[in-house]
């Protein structure tokens, strides 16, 4: 009986332990999720968060995974090299051999941040704005930025820095990717001015009778985006437009 009674109670104690083990992991990972989705947030978010009208993640992730946004003419898909013009395709298309596709051009929009006053960054908090169709980015609690495509210049890509506390230096890098393999694109620069501005036309059209389309980018050159001094509340602003001659740009006088 005695031994039976010592096997009984190391019985009991094991399912104790295994007990108290799954109720400390319980805790755990209740205290993580508290941690990660409420204390994390930037405080002014809360309420844009809390009505679902921002989609909201504390790390960027996978970039394939990122959000396409755009205005119905131009998109894109953020920190991706590539962005599409509706209509403007480029390849035959004709049976079996169907090599239509949507006109690749490159992106300056996809811009990198590298650092913030020359140490890396530990923090990021990300969102998308549902009902503006913007995408917001802050880092370390010092610096925001805003990628959107405008909804009333629909030829108008901007990327936008925000200085949220003092005067820091932001050094940034553009990443455009590789060259178009479907227009090709010359460069001309404009002399005495910081933008340069790129045109080419798509290289096969869909069908014989279809005329080629000619796109125009202006935007700065990326080899120039240097670090930059952002004071308190100051921001710096990157834009990209381009203009197709299926969907011809109409400048306007203010």
Known sequence: MKFESRISLLRLT???SILFIMLLASIMA???????????QPADWTH???SYDWLYANAQQDTRLSPGIGNGYVGTVVFSDSVFVAGVYNGARSGLRDTSRRARIPSTLNIEIESIDRNPI???DCALDMETGRYIERRDDT????????????????????????????????RPGPPSNDINFTKKEVKGKNYVVYSGWT?????EESPKVQIKVITWEPQNLRPTEMGELSSWSHCFTLDSTKNPLVFHTM
């Open 14 to 16: 094991k399912i104790l």
């Open 30 to 40: 209740f205290v993580t999720f508290l941690y990660l989705f409420t204390k994390i």
């Open 48 to 50: 844009k968060l809390d």
């Open 122 to 124: 530990n923090k990021l």
């Open 143 to 174: 610096i925001e930025r805003t990628i959107y495509i405008h909804r009333e210049f629909k030829h108008l890509l901007v990327h936008e820095l925000r200085s949220l506390n003092g005067t820091h230096e932001v050094c940034v890098r553009s």
């Open 203 to 207: 290289q096969i059209t869909e069908w």
